[in-house]
Nanobody, 121 residues
Framework: QVQLVESGGGLVQAGGSLRLSCAAS????????MGWCRQAPGKQRELVAT???????NYADSVKGRSTISRDNAKNTVYLQMSSLKPEDTAVYYC???????????????WGQGTQVTVSS
């Protein structure tokens, strides 16, 4: 089992910045991919960014150029630095971890409890 604990959400004004953190513990040897998804009210959960243990990254077009995902393998922690935030970035942000993002989507991975990000206009 893997436990994921997120932190860093909150209320921020449009144009501001925020950094989310997600610390993994437990049977982390099975983890290659970590990342973030988000879910806004009334919408489906969508991928925001992923990063592998080797440092390869992938971003949704909606956040590309405004967000940076990074990972500290020694601390088993993944970060999402978001800047130039927009009201449409408002959502619950969920950290995930697994062998790959697709494995997580198929149910063979782990999710955090979610952290609320609210961007006011």
């Amino acid at each position: 089992q893997v436990q994921l604990v997120e932190s860093g959400g909150g209320l921020v004004q449009a144009g501001g910045s925020l950094r989310l953190s997600c610390a993994a513990s437990g049977s982390i040897f099975s983890i290659n991919a970590m990342g973030w998804c988000r879910q806004a009210p009334g919408k489906q959960r969508e991928l925001v960014a992923t990063i592998t243990s080797g440092g390869s990254t992938n971003y949704a077009d909606s956040v590309k150029g405004r967000s940076t995902i990074s990972r500290d393998n020694a601390k088993n922690t993944v970060y999402l630095q978001m800047s130039s935030l927009k009201p449409e970035d408002t959502a619950v942000y969920y950290c995930f971890a697994g062998a790959s993002f697709m494995a997580v989507v198929r149910g063979s991975g782990y999710w955090g409890q979610g952290t609320q990000v609210t961007v006011s206009s």
